[in-house]
């Protein structure tokens, strides 16, 4: 069974799509819980390609590859895994701010959230702030993740975290910001908890904001 699932995890740090699709089914069809498949083969495995990628031996074109395959993988578990676990990973509501149209970035961080077990509600590009909070107040994610690429729509991030803090939903969410410009000091100056340089980096924020 080990073989099974080792092949899943293999498949997806290759970023071989179709033979992770072969390995979940293999797995499942050997009798092995999809949560195992999730936890032991796809999330370790986006955990091993994050680490790669922080080292300099992976580059985007190799974690795109891998977060696709992965999702290819998740995608043959859902069913299994909503019939099994009824309480789903963290929350976490993703979007490009109002404005901006650029999502590569942003799509990125949501694929290795999802393969690191948290459910990702990605509501695209150019969201205003009012939809931000209709959507928290909606979906009651536990983080809000707010991304931009162009200087000229940053200030909607600053406006979407008002939004947020005007509509008193503040208190009950972790706010991260992302985007090429995007510094540490604009992220602390704008009021959000963090902000990271790359997806896996994101990945890490995520669980150590949820962990504190």
Known sequence: MQDHIDGVFESVVGGHRERVETAVR???ESGIPAETVLKEGLVRAMDEVGRRFETCEYYVPEMLAAARAMKAGLSLLKADLVMTSPAAGP???????QGDMHDIGKSLVGM??????????DLGVDVSPAHFVEV?????????GLSALLTTT???????ITAIEQSGLRPEVRIIVGGAPVT????????ADGTAPDASRA?????????A
């Not at 290795?112 to 509600?121: D, I, P, Q, S, T």
């Not at 928290?136 to 809000?144: D, L, N």
């Not at 540490?184 to 009021?191: K, P, S, V």
Request: charged share 20%; proline share 2%; glycine share 10%.
């Open 26 to 28: 293999r797995s499942l």
């Open 91 to 97: 929350r976490v509501v993703l979007g490009t701010v």
């Open 112 to 121: 290795m959230l999802e393969g690191a077990g948290f459910e990702v509600h």
């Open 136 to 144: 928290v107040r909606e979906v009651k994610p536990s983080v809000v």
């Open 154 to 160: 940053m200030t909607q991030m600053r406006a979407t």
């Open 184 to 191: 540490e000091a604009f992220a602390r100056a704008i009021g």
């Open 203 to 211: 990945v890490a924020l995520v669980r150590g904001l949820l962990s």
